[in-house]
């Protein structure tokens, strides 16, 4: 996943600067890809130092606190003396960091670190800005922590990435380097000047306690996936062309009075990367009597309608990634203000509150969501491809796209490994947060599954890349094609083409090792090269 690079900022003087009122979509990225520096802002250090001395005035009174002096989840029950608590905070670390499987990626684990940080800037969580300060320190060191494939539920927090991590600071387990070794944490920040956080009332809890990986993984996949609804645009207008298909049905008028966002846009980029083809709108000269032409088939005639659909389904996702960034996520919570209110602990100015505010729901949903489109995405941009190889149904096209059919099998088993990635695609849209185990002895009896949604997701953002790569690399040979039989493609076409070959892909010809340029295609696409070789021609695309 970290092939999507065309979301880097230019962030070598770039610096993220965390408050107490959230963060945003850009920064996280300028984090986790671009390696920013973090600074905690003066209002933040304040905000954290209040807090804490709402939690130093509980942890000095005789009633018990839960997260302050108590144990944790199915262990609350329990008062813990103040001779415990630092052992205690130690502990839930220790013990937290449970998780296996195979290691997360670095881009997840500094964005799941910022998002920590975002939220004990909020002055929400009680832990000191010493502690903060280490957790900045650490992400400008270019320190990330190792965690594991499994351990979170999506509940409580991400509770096992989030353990892991909080087991960097405080010196114990294994981190990588900035130069990708990975080493005992402890020796990483020794060499980095860095010293290990000894913990205290409550923060060990509140390091644990958030929905981070969940929201930094749906961050990510927003910004890869706005690329390839643009991409999957243009290659659906590439398609479009080569099979000689009509640019009729994305007239402006006709979507207006359907007026779905995302749709009216896909059909205008379309449109804008087709003006001046000379292969469109030709149905009157395909004269087949056994398969007259009077419409494009649905995978088409409908590229807008299904990418309109799923750029709508991205624009709601990213309202509920906002809401999530600029919320404080923690349990249990500080709260500053009447400190007689029913339930909560209260001291002074402020109080101690629990909560269900961990709760992954609202990104489990949105996670899912995005699977079951790109899914569909990959399916509708599939069958285009296949239309494409097909001699009966691309109109004048060699079978394959072959320069020799029969000595030569052209493109054929590049729809072959397309088709396995639509098939896998399908099966990650079931979505996870229809499920739900219950653990800690039935405390945790309703859990969003949001870290599995998250991380299948990420798969599934993965293989569309390699989707939309397939069909840019048959569409641009088919357009090829064309233009040898005296056909000019539009302008936009052409630039395409040229910029696909310009960075390594191969045209027409005969058949050779197809895996290299598979993958120089996707390469191509994740970049962002695709849209930023018709942009010149089309103007900025939505």
């Not at 003066?42 to 839960?66: F, H, K, S, T």
């Not at 840019?472 to 539009?490: D, F, H, K, S």
Request: aromatic content about 4%; hydrophobic content about 45%; charged content about 20%.
């Amino acid at each position: 996943m970290e092939g999507f690079v065309r979301t880097l900022l230019h962030v070598d003087t770039y610096t993220v600067v965390v408050g107490t009122s959230g963060t945003t979509a850009r920064d996280v990225i300028a984090v986790a890809r671009g390696n920013a520096r973090v600074e905690l802002s003066a209002a933040a250090v304040g905000a954290l130092a209040a807090a804490r001395e709402i939690v130093d005035a509980l942890a000095a009174g005789p009633e018990p606190v839960y997260g302050v002096s108590t144990g944790f989840g199915a262990l609350a029950a329990r008062y813990i003396g103040q001779d415990l608590r630092g052992r205690l905070q130690r502990n839930i670390v220790r013990s937290h960091a449970a998780g296996m499987g195979p290691r997360v990626e670095r881009e997840v684990v500094r964005a799941l670190m910022f998002l920590r940080l975002k939220t004990a800037a909020s002055g929400r969580t009680g832990i000191r800005p010493e502690v903060a300060r280490t957790m900045a320190d650490v992400l400008n060191a270019g320190i990330t922590p190792v965690v594991h494939e499994y351990g979170s539920l999506g509940c409580s927090g991400d509770l096992a990435p989030l353990a892991h991590c909080a087991l960097t600071l405080m010196g114990e387990g294994d981190a990588e380097g900035p130069d990708g070794t990975v080493r005992p944490a402890g020796e990483l920040l020794a060499a980095h000047g860095i010293t290990p956080v000894e913990l205290r009332e409550k923060e060990g809890l509140a390091l644990l306690n958030g929905t981070d990986g969940m929201l930094g993984m749906l961050v990510l996949a927003l910004a890869d996936l706005k690329n390839l609804y643009t991409c999957a645009d243009i290659t659906a207008a590439l398609s479009l062309e080569a099979l000689l298909g009509t640019d009729k049905v994305l007239a402006p008028e006709l979507h207006a009075i359907r007026p779905h966002p995302g749709q009216g846009v896909s059909a205008d980029n379309m449109l804008r990367v087709l003006a001046g083809s000379g292969l469109t709108g030709r149905h009157a000269e395909i004269t087949d009597a056994a398969a007259p032409r009077v419409q494009d088939a649905y995978s088409v005639r409908c590229a807008p309608q299904v990418n309109g659909a799923g750029r709508d389904t991205l624009d709601y996702a990213a309202t509920v990634a906002d809401r999530e960034l600029a919320s404080a996520v923690d349990n249990p919570v500080v709260l500053r203000g009447d400190a007689s209110r029913e339930g909560g602990a209260g001291s002074g100015g402020g109080r101690v509150e629990s909560n269900g505010n961990f709760h992954g729901a609202p990104l489990a949903y949105v996670l899912d969501f995005l699977a079951i489109v790109a899914a569909d995405l990959g399916s509708i941009t599939e069958r285009r491809t296949d239309r494409l190889l097909d001699k009966d149904r691309s109109h004048g096209l060699p079978p394959f796209l072959a320069e020799d059919p029969g000595v030569d099998s052209g493109l054929m088993l590049a729809q072959y490994t397309q088709a396995a990635l639509v098939g896998e695609m399908k099966r990650l849209a079931v979505p996870a947060s229809a499920d739900s185990i219950p653990s800690s002895a039935m405390q945790e009896d309703h859990v969003s599954m949001g870290w599995s949604a998250a991380r299948k997701l990420r798969t599934a953002v993965d293989s569309l890349a390699r989707i939309v790569a397939v069909e840019l690399y048959a569409a641009t040979r088919a357009i090829e094609l064309r233009a040898a039989q005296g056909l000019t493609p539009a302008p936009a076409s052409r630039a395409a083409v040229e910029a696909l070959r310009a960075a390594g892909v191969q045209g027409p010809g005969p058949d050779r090792f197809l895996a290299p340029d598979l993958a120089a295609a996707d390469a191509f696409v994740r970049a962002g090269g695709l849209v930023a070789a018709v942009e010149p021609v089309t103007g900025p695309l939505g």
